[in-house]
């Protein structure tokens, strides 16, 4: 099994941006092999993001199996790991779902009126018809209008 980080010779390749995201970059306290980053760079078509996801969860993982160390007045517990990962977990989460509630809610308002003042442009195609309100209210209540 490999480990591979050099911070001097950084080149942005998707496994040194996975390691990076995760903080895994010290090689005396290495968390995932490079075979295990690539597996899951695959499974999700080198998309760094969902990778991100899916290691935290193999090192909260790997974390669970391990034992609490104590040293000569220094002590790092499973459950403080365990935390810092729950809360990586939470903000790279919370960042991806900002990302997307921009991208699925459109415009802003000002920018809607903006738009709407402006000459030039050409609003959408498509729209919310009359009809398409009842069928989202009788989903809502578990039944259809009649005639759907």
């Excluded at 993982?61 to 990962?85: L, W």
């Excluded at 919310?128 to 009649?146: T, V």
Aim: include cysteine; glycine fraction near 8%; charged fraction near 30%.
């Amino acid at each position: 099994m490999t480990w591979t980080y050099d911070a001097d010779n950084f080149t942005g390749t998707n496994l040194e941006l996975v390691r990076l995201e995760l903080g895994d970059t010290n090689t005396k306290d290495q968390l995932l092999t490079d075979e295990i980053i690539n597996v899951r760079l695959g499974q999700y078509s080198n998309d760094i993001t969902n990778t991100v996801f899916k290691c935290i969860q193999d090192i909260l993982s790997k974390i669970a199996r391990d034992y609490d160390r104590s040293n000569v007045g220094m002590s790092a517990t499973r459950s403080q790991q365990t935390q810092h990962y729950r809360d990586m977990l939470k903000e790279k989460l919370a960042e991806r779902n900002q990302l997307a509630e921009g991208a699925l809610m459109g415009v802003s308002r000002d920018e809607e009126n903006t738009l709407a003042q402006d000459d030039d442009y050409k609003g959408s195609s498509f729209g919310k018809g009359m009809d398409d309100l009842a069928i989202l209210d009788g989903m809502k209540s578990g039944r259809l209008p009649e005639g759907s």
